[in-house]
T-cell receptor, first 116, second 114 residues
Framework: ETGVTQSPTHLIKTRGQQVTLRCSSQ?????VSWYQQALGQGPQFIFQ???????GRGNFPPRFSGLQFPNYSSELNVNALELDDSALYLC???????????????FGEGSRLTVL | AQSVTQLGSHVSVSEGALVLLRCNYS??????LFWYVQYPNQGLQLLLK??????LVKGINGFEAEFKKSETSFHLTKPSAHMSDAAEYFC????????????FGQGTELSVKP
C-alpha cells in the first residue's frame, strides 16, 4: 500500500511569484484535502477535492486554487505569493463520499514553502 | 461553528509518568473528535477518534481519550510516558456532513524527560 507523497519537500519563492505543490493520494483513496500549517500553529483547512470537484473550502482567498486528476492525485496552486504564505502545506487523502466524512485523514510529510 | 482549545502549548513529563493533554471543544451539534500526532519533520498521524459510539476511546501506542459532553472535553491520556512519545499532539473536531473539514487546535508539544 503506497502512502501519501508530496513534492517538492522544500522550496523558496519570492513575493508575487506563483507556486504549484503536488500530492499523490494513498492507494484506493478518492478524496484529497489540503491544509496550511504555519510555524507553531495547527493545520488550517484550505479545501477538499472529491472525484475531481471541489467539495468544501476554508477561509482562504481565491489565489489559492486546486485540481484533482482522474487518478485522484492533486495540485495546490498559489498565485501572487505573500510573505504570510510561508508555511508547511499538508496534503491528506481519505476514502469518503461527497456528504460524509470520517475524519480519518492520511497525511503526507508536507511541502515547506518559504516566501522571501 | 465548531472550535477546539488545547490547554497548554507545552507539557513536560518524566518517562513512566502519566501523560494528560487537554482539549475542550465547542459545537452546537454532536461532533466527531480526533487526536492526531506529528513527529518532527513528518505529517500527522491519527491516534484515535470519537464518532458517537463508546465515550472512552482507545488508540494506538497506549493512548486513550474520554468524551465528556457535560464538560465539552476530550482529554488525551497515557498511563506511562515513553521517550518515543515526544511529539506535537493536535486535537481536532468535525461534523458528519462537513465534507472533510477538520478544525485543529493549536497543538501541544509533549516532552519526555529521562
Amino acid at each position: 500500500e503506497t502512502g501519501v507523497t508530496q513534492s517538492p519537500t522544500h522550496l523558496i519563492k519570492t513575493r508575487g511569484q506563483q507556486v504549484t505543490l503536488r500530492c499523490s493520494s494513498q492507494s484506493g483513496h478518492n478524496t484529497v484535502s489540503w491544509y496550511q500549517q504555519a510555524l507553531g500553529q495547527g493545520p488550517q483547512f484550505i479545501f477538499q477535492y472529491y472525484r475531481e470537484e471541489e467539495n468544501g473550502r476554508g477561509n482562504f482567498p481565491p489565489r489559492f486554487s486546486g485540481l484533482q486528476f482522474p487518478n485522484y492525485s492533486s495540485e495546490l496552486n498559489v498565485n501572487a505569493l505573500e510573505l504570510d504564505d510561508s508555511a508547511l502545506y499538508l496534503c491528506a487523502s481519505s476514502l469518503d463520499s461527497r456528504r460524509t466524512n470520517t475524519g480519518e485523514l492520511f497525511f503526507g510529510e508536507g511541502s515547506r514553502l518559504t516566501v522571501l | 461553528a465548531q472550535s477546539v482549545t488545547q490547554l497548554g502549548s507545552h507539557v513536560s513529563v518524566s518517562e513512566g509518568a502519566l501523560v494528560l493533554l487537554r482539549c475542550n471543544y465547542s459545537s452546537s451539534v454532536p461532533p466527531y473528535l480526533f487526536w492526531y500526532v506529528q513527529y518532527p519533520n513528518q505529517g500527522l498521524q491519527l491516534l484515535l477518534k470519537y464518532t458517537s459510539a463508546a465515550t472512552l476511546v482507545k488508540g494506538i501506542n497506549g493512548f486513550e481519550a474520554e468524551f465528556k459532553k457535560s464538560e465539552t472535553s476530550f482529554h488525551l491520556t497515557k498511563p506511562s510516558a515513553h521517550m518515543s512519545d515526544a511529539a506535537e499532539y493536535f486535537c481536532a473536531v468535525t461534523l458528519y456532513n462537513q465534507g472533510g473539514k477538520l478544525i485543529f487546535g493549536q497543538g501541544t508539544e509533549l516532552s519526555v524527560k529521562p
